[in-house]
């Protein structure tokens, strides 16, 4: 692009030398968004429409003629036991970690925002983890869990316990999905946190300590109250991200046993690429984005309410 | 040097339904060191800013040099501006900031090279051409600011509050430079304030605004000396005016005004003048001074010492108060009961409306 | 708390919460350990117990047999291509976007950015299987331009541009008109340098997702040579791999997981910041 | 000249770092190292072809789909015999009749039910590999310390299920281990290979109707019920993924392995190791615990040549490749796998491998499900998934059973 | 009411490796105004914050109403402070702001109504109460944070920068009330501040920090006119003092001071007290004059009106410049050449070591 094609040059005739830009709306200036409208609309947009009229087909990955079929694929995923198993597993998912997620990751943000040598480190550790990819998470915690010979059985027989089967019991297998997801992202929620507190005027801790306020008391007066929002923004980032939840699934369990771990997404990716239920898949992937646009609008309405304020 | 006037015929501005000008007409002699001088958000900047064309204009003309701008951009209407927080490109050297606009009309780089440092040389800035503007002081970055206006040789400069962001010591001092520069130059200047104090010793002459329109434009004496309205009256001078709910005499066709205790003010203004109504008087502290024979008692309630002057806070018989002005070493304390004279030859009239009425020059 | 830490009467309290996250990070660090650890031992030691990895013998041959054989460094290199190109793909999509939907006013701009913000709501997973029949139509699949441009309509990192732009004071902008300097000028020359740090910020969010993706990666490079390193990785964690080859696995694991833990490790400042950042927004 | 290079999707895994230059097949073991070592024999020898060997994940069907989708199928793939028609219904793969008749590859030396497993609609799509079954690994010095060996040093094996309880018990209270080791945990593989074998010993025609799978005879709860008693009686391992079992039975944990063919190399070298299988390693057909049939549950690794614009020499090549695997189908045999040529398991070579005459009525007695069956593969991972609940006790073994038929008939509705 | 003195005895504060506060003595009278004034960074907020427990104390020991406090959480030390950004509670409401340092130590809740109301009554904030501090003016606001000192009925008050953060006629506004509390309570305060005109129009006494230490403590018009250092001279006053160097004759035991260019300045400083070396005598604008028989010949640079006064920046013919001051109706002009009359009375003399001499008492 030259200066050329995007000065509008209106006025240059008027006045011998080159002049710059000027107020106000241009046609041209819509190029500076073009390049990436294109991406936007090409890859986004069209393929979340095609995707919601690839649901109202039935179609199979390899076979060429699909028939319409209306709403059939949606019937049949309500009727669907495993589907709305995986549904309740996300949501299981969601409500076993993200508590867990603004509870830990407050208290570590609490405990390390200080500006010191050994909270700098011990902020990398927590939040070094979250670089790792899900496939080395995954193989490491294999690891930890591993029945026979994991790093938890071994400990647990080292004292004396039976060992307990995480990822093979029914019950435990979603809990330790959680416990992994916990340990390989903590410290997205923790620098969010910290960043939140860093915001709280020292002065306020201060005014408090002379007004007699015990730590405790200064947690409930004033760092609850002025992080208010970035739990709310903790926590729907987490209920969105937890959402999407794959992964960790696929690679640690399979989704099993007996479906106790198979989220939505497992499903899709299943129905998908293992049983070519195309129409189906995409089904259940916009049931998924009619549950991520919702989280997304609460978020909305969240924000806006704080702009009010 | 290409100096301008510049002529601002009946511009009105509206910012979505509100209207920020509205109808303004002024014009600005070319040389002029004029600045507009107002409380905030009364449009200062809003009008500075359709003269650079940073906004556009919905009604009326704006001329520079005869020339009609109101549709040119920015770049096109030949002005130079200093920002209040200096709007110094942070990535480039004091040079390249200096440049910037010479290169981007395609001035040759030796002319380039020979204007920066001229300017750097009147700003005593050349040897900070190198540096960024992160590695310079507040009063520093002040001045590339003005040498980047400098270079562009403009047909006018435009400040807006370049002073308010250096501390007290650097605005006195750089309030001092700039009136010298202004002296050098001869160039037609706006300065936005809303600080009086600066529009007082830089401008020779002022624009009062308030709200949409322009209250008195004159020279600072004029302002301070014979406000045009109530608002001139109270914006202008530290501490502001006392004024004081009086009724009007006739003593030989001036006014005499006497106050709510009875106490009488001789003022100078003619009293044919005055139109009927409640009127008050106005009277500047250092017009009223504590006299053992002052016609008006009264109680110190604070006693404010500036060193070379003190400042007394007295409230009136009435329960109104009024400041009056006493010598720095003056030895009146809180709680003294005092006598007020007061000098009725600069005393003003108010009335209901807010205009003012002043002594016959 | 930072800001409590001076007040008088409180450093006792400071010190044993900073203690007990002491042992909790100790915790943390378990798994890295324990994965370390048996990536020193010989598979045929661990294919009869793990408690092996306690004592000797310790071996390297898991960390020499990698450069070897297996396909890690083809992996690494597609990881590498991959999240370069999604990296600058989108600083530069979303610097222009950003600088656009800032500061260059045209007709419909707000309505469009609006468009823009509801397609944060769109996760990939809704969208993976209609994209991976447009990619299959066109026989896309397999190159390293369909593993990186999906990643490149993410209205992530034009949102945070915009907003960093926004954030710019226009004053500068506007000196730059004045200056006479044409729209594109003062986005290239007067405006982009300024975004350093959000570009900082964005390309390292890109350049970890893009290296951590792993769905659309594992259902678009399906060729081993094609796979990126968490795809790569996935395709060995294998029952078979495990029962016999443990340790080599845990020293490909330690080995794959190194490059963006180093680059973590350099750029941990800007990242912390860059999340910071985030947060803010 | 320059070769035609292909490429060969398989797994089994990788291990290039043992075995990347060997071409002497003779000196390598287990499936990866055997199949990784013929590879290179061929690449060593071959004129005319370069075989590129992609390595997946096992068993990689997923990605084999995204893959063809994409247009650009690997040449070869090693696919389950269970799952060649769900592909060669749509098309997706080359019929080889001719290029077999041409190269010389006598289909008529295929075993039964290796011919049976790779033809469909009459049409052969894949060249067999080998037969994998259902057997039971043993641990004889276990055994000898439960006093389950007879004179003659063989494991003494039940004949009933309630002979099963009885030994398991016995095993159990003598070496306070569980009689069996199982991978109950992490794939269904077990609990689908199991069932299915108790079923087919009770002569239970689940898939009489292909469309339509039916677990309501009592003969299939009995079977179900069987496996929960196990659990829950403490007679097997519990929770053991497949390398925890493995490794396992390797440690001496438990008497029984139930576990494929293709670990009786590997556990044949074990033996000639110190440790708890030390010359003490059997192997054994699943023994018949009905009177039924000895039938057992079996599929095949096989491989097809899929559908794509294949130039005449490539085919050629993909041909000449299998032609070689064909040839060195006994060299697959060493793993432990049954090989697919009759006359290989006619050959003294064979019989002469440890333990496969303990193994060679499986050729005979290995049972794969109706070819007119489709997805075999999703069936198998939904009846696990059910039995695996039942068997652990999640679920009740007739709720387990509807939701197996349910979900299959569901499946199988939707299928094209 | 419960008002104490407060004690300094040989403080330090370190902050690693730098030392903010060396060996600081100084005693605070009970119910004394006392403001702390100096540049930036010089350290009175450190001292202030020590006081108030917000800091710890390297050395020495601090004592309120006689009770050592210097381990004591803050809390414990009973005084309040009020701070540069109020530092209130934003989510909780003007009247729970005010409560929750009574709250925390268990007052009655009707108590605490009592004690609000009484403080809001004097603060004119009844009406804010029920809101948050959001919805508050910068000024309310201001009153706010006063108020919530005032409830606690303190041993002492602490004000760090109260003021910057208001506009300029907000600031002067707030400052009278804050003389008037003070008046009404009679606490003992302590005000940091680096603005000269508050320190001077609040402060009983103003201790004046430099760098580390205490440069001069004294009243206000001992500050001003008897500074004890150059720092404290150039620091006080607006404008700047003028300083010259000269030669010192004895004139009758008097200094009598010789510029550059021969005119001569009769100070009253005592020529006994000087030292040798180099001297230079501080004038004040005030005390310069413009005279057709003043001595000292000059050019008029710059001319500052300020309405009351008329600042003259003037060149003196040995090239340095100097400030004198005019009326507000001054009819100097730039470029005028002018004689000065300066007043020696009010001359001060400084060594090279910046210390002053001052005429005597
Ligand atoms: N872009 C805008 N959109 C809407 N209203 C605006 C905009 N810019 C200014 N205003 C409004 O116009 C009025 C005048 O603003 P302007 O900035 O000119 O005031 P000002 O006199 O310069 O004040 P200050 O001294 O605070 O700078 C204000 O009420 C302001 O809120
Ligand atoms: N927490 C801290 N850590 C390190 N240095 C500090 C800290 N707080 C203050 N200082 C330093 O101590 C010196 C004194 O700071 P202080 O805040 O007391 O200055 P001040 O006189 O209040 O200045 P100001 O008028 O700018 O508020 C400064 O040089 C400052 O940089
Ligand atoms: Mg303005
Ligand atoms: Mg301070």
Same mark, same amino acid.
């Not at chain 2, 250092?286 to 070379?308: F, M, N, Q, S, T």
């Given at each position: 692009?030259?200066?050329?094609?995007?000065?509008?040059?209106?006025?240059?005739?008027?006045?011998?030398?080159?002049?710059?830009?000027?107020?106000?709306?241009?046609?041209?200036?819509?190029?500076?968004?073009?390049?990436?409208?294109?991406?936007?609309?090409?890859?986004?947009?069209?393929?979340?429409?095609?995707?919601?009229?690839?649901?109202?087909?039935?179609?199979?990955?390899?076979?060429?003629?699909?028939?319409?079929?209306?709403?059939?694929?949606?019937?049949?995923?309500?009727?669907?036991?495993?589907?709305?198993?995986?549904?309740?597993?996300?949501?299981?998912?969601?409500?076993?970690?993200?508590?867990?997620?603004?509870?830990?990751?407050?208290?570590?943000?609490?405990?390390?925002?200080?500006?010191?040598?050994?909270?700098?480190?011990?902020?990398?550790?927590?939040?070094?983890?979250?670089?790792?990819?899900?496939?080395?998470?995954?193989?490491?915690?294999?690891?930890?869990?591993?029945?026979?010979?994991?790093?938890?059985?071994?400990?647990?027989?080292?004292?004396?316990?039976?060992?307990?089967?995480?990822?093979?019991?029914?019950?435990?297998?979603?809990?330790?999905?959680?416990?992994?997801?916990?340990?390989?992202?903590?410290?997205?929620?923790?620098?969010?946190?910290?960043?939140?507190?860093?915001?709280?005027?020292?002065?306020?801790?201060?005014?408090?300590?002379?007004?007699?306020?015990?730590?405790?008391?200064?947690?409930?007066?004033?760092?609850?109250?002025?992080?208010?929002?970035?739990?709310?923004?903790?926590?729907?980032?987490?209920?969105?991200?937890?959402?999407?939840?794959?992964?960790?699934?696929?690679?640690?369990?399979?989704?099993?046993?007996?479906?106790?771990?198979?989220?939505?997404?497992?499903?899709?990716?299943?129905?998908?690429?293992?049983?070519?239920?195309?129409?189906?898949?995409?089904?259940?992937?916009?049931?998924?984005?009619?549950?991520?646009?919702?989280?997304?609008?609460?978020?909305?309405?969240?924000?806006?309410?704080?702009?009010?304020? | 040097?290409?100096?301008?006037?510049?002529?601002?015929?009946?511009?009105?501005?509206?910012?979505?339904?509100?209207?920020?000008?509205?109808?303004?007409?002024?014009?600005?002699?070319?040389?002029?060191?004029?600045?507009?001088?107002?409380?905030?958000?009364?449009?200062?900047?809003?009008?500075?800013?359709?003269?650079?064309?940073?906004?556009?204009?919905?009604?009326?003309?704006?001329?520079?040099?005869?020339?009609?701008?109101?549709?040119?951009?920015?770049?096109?209407?030949?002005?130079?501006?200093?920002?209040?927080?200096?709007?110094?490109?942070?990535?480039?050297?004091?040079?390249?900031?200096?440049?910037?606009?010479?290169?981007?009309?395609?001035?040759?780089?030796?002319?380039?090279?020979?204007?920066?440092?001229?300017?750097?040389?009147?700003?005593?800035?050349?040897?900070?051409?190198?540096?960024?503007?992160?590695?310079?002081?507040?009063?520093?970055?002040?001045?590339?600011?003005?040498?980047?206006?400098?270079?562009?040789?403009?047909?006018?400069?435009?400040?807006?509050?370049?002073?308010?962001?250096?501390?007290?010591?650097?605005?006195?001092?750089?309030?001092?430079?700039?009136?010298?520069?202004?002296?050098?130059?001869?160039?037609?200047?706006?300065?936005?304030?809303?600080?009086?104090?600066?529009?007082?010793?830089?401008?020779?002459?002022?624009?009062?605004?308030?709200?949409?329109?322009?209250?008195?434009?004159?020279?600072?004496?004029?302002?301070?000396?014979?406000?045009?309205?109530?608002?001139?009256?109270?914006?202008?001078?530290?501490?502001?005016?006392?004024?004081?709910?009086?009724?009007?005499?006739?003593?030989?066709?001036?006014?005499?005004?006497?106050?709510?205790?009875?106490?009488?003010?001789?003022?100078?203004?003619?009293?044919?003048?005055?139109?009927?109504?409640?009127?008050?008087?106005?009277?500047?502290?250092?017009?009223?001074?504590?006299?053992?024979?002052?016609?008006?008692?009264?109680?110190?309630?604070?006693?404010?010492?500036?060193?070379?002057?003190?400042?007394?806070?007295?409230?009136?018989?009435?329960?109104?108060?009024?400041?009056?002005?006493?010598?720095?070493?003056?030895?009146?304390?809180?709680?003294?009961?005092?006598?007020?004279?007061?000098?009725?030859?600069?005393?003003?009239?108010?009335?209901?409306?807010?205009?003012?009425?002043?002594?016959?020059? | 708390?930072?800001?409590?830490?001076?007040?008088?009467?409180?450093?006792?309290?400071?010190?044993?919460?900073?203690?007990?996250?002491?042992?909790?990070?100790?915790?943390?660090?378990?798994?890295?350990?324990?994965?370390?650890?048996?990536?020193?031992?010989?598979?045929?030691?661990?294919?009869?117990?793990?408690?092996?990895?306690?004592?000797?013998?310790?071996?390297?041959?898991?960390?020499?047999?990698?450069?070897?054989?297996?396909?890690?460094?083809?992996?690494?290199?597609?990881?590498?291509?991959?999240?370069?190109?999604?990296?600058?793909?989108?600083?530069?999509?979303?610097?222009?976007?950003?600088?656009?939907?800032?500061?260059?006013?045209?007709?419909?701009?707000?309505?469009?950015?609006?468009?823009?913000?509801?397609?944060?709501?769109?996760?990939?997973?809704?969208?993976?299987?209609? *994209?991976?029949?447009? +990619?299959?139509?066109?026989?896309?699949?397999? !190159?390293? /331009? @369909?593993?990186?441009?999906? %990643?490149?309509? =993410?209205?992530?990192?034009?949102?945070?541009?915009?907003?960093?732009?926004?954030?710019?004071?226009?004053?500068?902008?506007?000196?730059?008109?004045?200056?006479?300097?044409? *729209?594109?000028?003062? +986005?290239?020359?007067?405006?982009?340098?300024? !975004?350093? /740090? @959000?570009?900082?910020?964005? %390309?390292?969010? =890109?350049?970890?997702?893009?290296?951590?993706?792993?769905?659309?990666?594992?259902?678009?490079?399906?060729?081993?040579?094609?796979?990126?390193?968490?795809?790569?990785?996935?395709?060995?964690?294998?029952?078979?791999?495990?029962?016999?080859?443990?340790?080599?696995?845990?020293?490909?694991?330690?080995?794959?997981?190194?490059?963006?833990?180093?680059?973590?490790?350099?750029?941990?400042?800007?990242?912390?910041?860059?999340?910071?950042?985030?947060?803010?927004? | 000249?320059?070769?035609?290079?292909?490429?060969?999707?398989?797994?089994?895994?990788?291990?290039?770092?043992?075995?990347?230059?060997?071409?002497?097949?003779?000196?390598?073991?287990?499936?990866?190292?055997?199949?990784?070592?013929?590879?290179?024999?061929?690449?060593?020898?071959?004129?005319?072809?370069?075989?590129?060997?992609?390595?997946?994940?096992?068993?990689?069907?997923?990605?084999?789909?995204?893959?063809?989708?994409?247009?650009?199928?690997?040449?070869?793939?090693?696919?389950?015999?269970?799952?060649?028609?769900?592909?060669?219904?749509?098309?997706?793969?080359?019929?080889?009749?001719?290029?077999?008749?041409?190269?010389?590859?006598?289909?008529?030396?295929?075993?039964?039910?290796?011919?049976?497993?790779?033809?469909?609609?009459?049409?052969?799509?894949?060249?067999?590999?080998?037969?994998?079954?259902?057997?039971?690994?043993?641990?004889?010095?276990?055994?000898?310390?439960?006093?389950?060996?007879?004179?003659?040093?063989?494991?003494?094996?039940?004949?009933?299920?309630?002979?099963?309880?009885?030994?398991?018990?016995?095993?159990?209270?003598?070496?306070?281990?569980?009689?069996?080791?199982?991978?109950?945990?992490?794939?269904?593989?077990?609990?689908?290979?199991?069932?299915?074998?108790?079923?087919?010993?009770?002569?239970?025609?689940?898939?009489?109707?292909?469309?339509?799978?039916?677990?309501?005879?009592?003969?299939?709860?009995?079977?179900?019920?069987?496996?929960?008693?196990?659990?829950?009686?403490?007679?097997?391992?519990?929770?053991?993924?497949?390398?925890?079992?493995?490794?396992?039975?390797?440690?001496?944990?438990?008497?029984?392995?139930?576990?494929?063919?293709?670990?009786?190399?590997?556990?044949?070298?074990?033996?000639?190791?110190?440790?708890?299988?030390?010359?003490?390693?059997?192997?054994?057909?699943?023994?018949?615990?009905?009177?039924?049939?000895?039938?057992?549950?079996?599929?095949?690794?096989?491989?097809?040549?899929?559908?794509?614009?294949?130039?005449?020499?490539?085919?050629?090549?993909?041909?000449?490749?299998?032609?070689?695997?064909?040839?060195?189908?006994?060299?697959?045999?060493?793993?432990?796998?049954?090989?697919?040529?009759?006359?290989?398991?006619?050959?003294?070579?064979?019989?002469?491998?440890?333990?496969?005459?303990?193994?060679?009525?499986?050729?005979?007695?290995?049972?794969?499900?109706?070819?007119?069956?489709?997805?075999?593969?999703?069936?198998?991972?939904?009846?696990?998934?059910?039995?695996?609940?039942?068997?652990?006790?999640?679920?009740?073994?007739?709720?387990?059973?509807?939701?197996?038929?349910?979900?299959?008939?569901?499946?199988?509705?939707?299928?094209?």
């Amino acid at each position: 692009m030259t200066d050329a094609t995007l000065s509008p040059g209106k006025a240059v005739a008027a006045v011998k030398r080159p002049t710059g830009a000027s107020i106000g709306p241009r046609w041209s200036n819509a190029l500076f968004v073009a390049p990436y409208m294109v991406f936007y609309v090409v890859l986004l947009v069209y393929p979340l429409f095609k995707g919601i009229w690839m649901s109202m087909l039935e179609s199979d990955m390899f076979d060429d003629t699909s028939k319409f079929a209306g709403l059939a694929n949606y019937y049949r995923l309500f009727n669907d036991k495993i589907f709305i198993g995986t549904v309740w597993n996300t949501v299981l998912f969601v409500l076993m970690t993200v508590p867990v997620f603004v509870a830990i990751g407050l208290l570590l943000a609490l405990a390390l925002n200080r500006s010191d040598r050994t909270s700098a480190t011990l902020r990398a550790i927590f939040f070094g983890t979250s670089v790792l990819s899900v496939t080395i998470v995954t193989i490491i915690w294999k690891m930890m869990y591993m029945p026979g010979n994991g790093a938890i059985a071994s400990l647990m027989r080292l004292l004396g316990l039976e060992p307990i089967a995480f990822i093979t019991t029914a019950s435990l297998a979603l809990p330790a999905v959680a416990i992994t997801t916990i340990w390989w992202i903590i410290g997205l929620p923790m620098m969010l946190f910290l960043a939140a507190l860093q915001q709280i005027p020292g002065e306020l801790y201060e005014a408090a300590a002379l007004d007699n306020a015990s730590r405790w008391r200064s947690f409930w007066s004033i760092t609850l109250p002025s992080i208010r929002r970035t739990m709310l923004v903790v926590v729907i980032y987490e209920i969105v991200a937890q959402f999407q939840l794959f992964g960790q699934a696929q690679l640690l369990t399979q989704g099993g046993p007996n479906n106790a771990s198979r989220p939505i997404v497992l499903f899709i990716y299943e129905q998908g690429f293992r049983s070519w239920n195309l129409g189906y898949a995409a089904a259940a992937s916009e049931i998924l984005f009619l549950i991520m646009a919702v989280a997304a609008l609460a978020q909305f309405f969240a924000s806006r309410k704080r702009v009010e304020e | 040097m290409q100096v301008s006037s510049i002529e601002l015929d009946s511009v009105s501005k509206r910012f979505g339904s509100v209207e920020v000008i509205s109808e303004l007409s002024l014009t600005i002699h070319s040389g002029e060191f004029i600045a507009f001088l107002g409380p905030s958000g009364c449009g200062k900047s809003t009008l500075l800013r359709m003269i650079a064309g940073l906004e556009s204009v919905d009604g009326g003309e704006i001329r520079i040099g005869g020339e009609r701008v109101d549709r040119l951009p920015p770049g096109a209407r030949g002005v130079a501006m200093v920002f209040q927080h200096y709007a110094l490109y942070p990535h480039m050297t004091v040079f390249d900031n200096l440049a910037f606009g010479l290169r981007n009309i395609g001035t040759a780089e030796d002319e380039i090279a020979r204007r920066i440092e001229e300017a750097a040389r009147i700003l005593e800035i050349s040897h900070l051409l190198k540096r960024k503007p992160g590695q310079l002081s507040g009063g520093q970055r002040q001045r590339v600011a003005i040498g980047r206006a400098l270079v562009k040789d403009p047909k006018a400069y435009l400040f807006d509050e370049p002073l308010s962001n250096l501390d007290a010591a650097l605005r006195v001092r750089t309030r001092v430079e700039l009136a010298r520069l202004h002296q050098q130059t001869r160039a037609t200047t706006i300065f936005v304030t809303h600080d009086q104090v600066e529009a007082m010793t830089l401008a020779s002459r002022i624009v009062v605004m308030n709200a949409r329109k322009v209250e008195q434009v004159g020279t600072p004496m004029e302002i301070y000396g014979r406000p045009a309205t109530e608002f001139v009256a109270r914006f202008v001078g530290s501490p502001a005016m006392n004024f004081l709910p009086v009724q009007v005499n006739d003593r030989g066709g001036l006014a005499s005004a006497v106050l709510g205790d009875g106490s009488i003010i001789d003022t100078h203004v003619p009293v044919a003048a005055l139109p009927g109504g409640d009127l008050r008087v106005g009277v500047r502290a250092e017009a009223i001074r504590v006299r053992p024979d002052g016609a008006l008692p009264g109680k110190v309630e604070v006693v404010e010492r500036l060193g070379d002057r003190t400042h007394l806070h007295i409230r009136l018989m009435d329960g109104s108060t009024l400041v009056a002005e006493d010598t720095g070493i003056s030895q009146v304390q809180p709680g003294d009961a005092v006598r007020l004279a007061v000098e009725g030859a600069t005393a003003h009239l108010f009335d209901a409306g807010g205009l003012a009425y002043h002594a016959r020059q | 708390m930072a800001a409590s830490e001076h007040i008088v009467g409180r450093g006792i309290g400071n010190k044993l919460i900073l203690f007990s996250v002491i042992l909790v990070a100790i915790m943390w660090m378990l798994p890295i350990a324990w994965t370390l650890l048996l990536s020193f031992k010989p598979n045929s030691e661990l294919m009869i117990s793990t408690a092996s990895a306690f004592h000797p013998p310790y071996t390297i041959k898991n960390y020499t047999d990698i450069f070897q054989s297996s396909g890690v460094f083809r992996w690494l290199w597609n990881s590498a291509v991959v999240s370069i190109g999604v990296t600058v793909g989108i600083l530069v999509l979303s610097s222009l976007a950003g600088y656009g939907f800032a500061r260059a006013e045209f007709k419909g701009r707000d309505i469009i950015f609006v468009l823009v913000l509801l397609g944060l709501a769109v996760p990939e997973q809704a969208v993976i299987i209609a *994209r991976h029949q447009m +990619f299959s139509d066109l026989k896309m699949h397999n !190159t390293y /331009p @369909a593993i990186i441009l999906p %990643g490149l309509s =993410s209205a992530f990192g034009v949102f945070l541009m915009t907003q960093y732009f926004k954030a710019i004071p226009k004053d500068i902008d506007e000196a730059a008109m004045l200056d006479n300097a044409s *729209r594109f000028k003062i +986005f290239w020359k007067v405006l982009l340098p300024l !975004t350093i /740090p @959000a570009q900082a910020t964005l %390309g390292i969010f =890109s350049f970890l997702g893009a290296w951590n993706d792993y769905l659309w990666p594992l259902i678009s490079a399906t060729k081993p040579e094609m796979f990126t390193i968490t795809v790569g990785m996935a395709s060995t964690q294998t029952n078979f791999a495990q029962s016999e080859g443990l340790g080599f696995l845990m020293a490909q694991a330690i080995f794959a997981g190194l490059p963006v833990f180093i680059v973590y490790l350099f750029f941990q400042k800007y990242i912390v910041r860059a999340v910071a950042g985030a947060a803010i927004n | 000249a320059d070769k035609t290079e292909i490429s060969v999707a398989r797994f089994f895994g990788a291990c290039e770092a043992d075995y990347g230059t060997v071409t002497d097949v003779t000196k390598a073991n287990g499936e990866c190292g055997i199949i990784t070592a013929l590879i290179n024999k061929f690449n060593a020898e071959s004129t005319t072809t370069v075989v590129k060997p992609e390595i997946v994940e096992w068993p990689g069907y997923d990605q084999l789909t995204a893959r063809i989708r994409s247009g650009e199928p690997p040449v070869i793939s090693v696919m389950h015999e269970a799952v060649i028609s769900d592909y060669s219904s749509r098309g997706l793969l080359e019929p080889l009749d001719e290029d077999f008749a041409k190269a010389g590859i006598d289909v008529n030396d295929m075993t039964d039910a290796s011919r049976q497993g790779v033809t469909k609609d009459g049409k052969i799509y894949a060249m067999p590999f080998d037969t994998h079954t259902w057997l039971w690994h043993i641990n004889m010095n276990l055994f000898k310390e439960a006093g389950l060996v007879d004179g003659a040093g063989k494991p003494i094996l039940p004949k009933s299920t309630d002979e099963l309880m009885q030994q398991a018990q016995q095993f159990k209270d003598k070496t306070g281990k569980p009689y069996f080791i199982s991978t109950l945990a992490n794939e269904t593989a077990f609990y689908t290979r199991t069932f299915d074998t108790l079923l087919y010993q009770q002569n239970v025609d689940f898939f009489a109707d292909p469309t339509k799978v039916n677990f309501s005879a009592p003969e299939a709860k009995n079977a179900l019920q069987l496996l929960a008693d196990i659990f829950s009686k403490d007679l097997t391992t519990k929770n053991q993924d497949y390398a925890a079992s493995v490794s396992a039975f390797a440690a001496g944990e438990g008497g029984v392995f139930i576990c494929g063919t293709w670990l009786i190399d590997t556990y044949d070298q074990e033996s000639k190791k110190d440790g708890a299988l030390a010359n003490g390693y059997a192997v054994t057909a699943f023994p018949q615990l009905y009177a039924g049939s000895p039938r057992v549950w079996a599929d095949g690794h096989s491989w097809v040549l899929l559908k794509q614009d294949l130039s005449d020499a490539q085919r050629a090549s993909a041909v000449e490749f299998m032609k070689f695997l064909w040839d060195n189908n006994y060299e697959w045999a060493r793993t432990g796998h049954l090989p697919v040529r009759k006359s290989i398991i006619e050959s003294e070579q064979f019989k002469n491998l440890p333990h496969r005459g303990d193994i060679a009525s499986l050729a005979v007695n290995g049972t794969a499900l109706p070819s007119a069956v489709k997805r075999q593969f999703s069936i198998q991972e939904i009846e696990g998934e059910e039995v695996g609940s039942a068997m652990r006790g999640d679920k009740p073994v007739e709720q387990a059973l509807t939701d197996a038929e349910t979900r299959i008939n569901e499946l199988l509705a939707n299928a094209k």
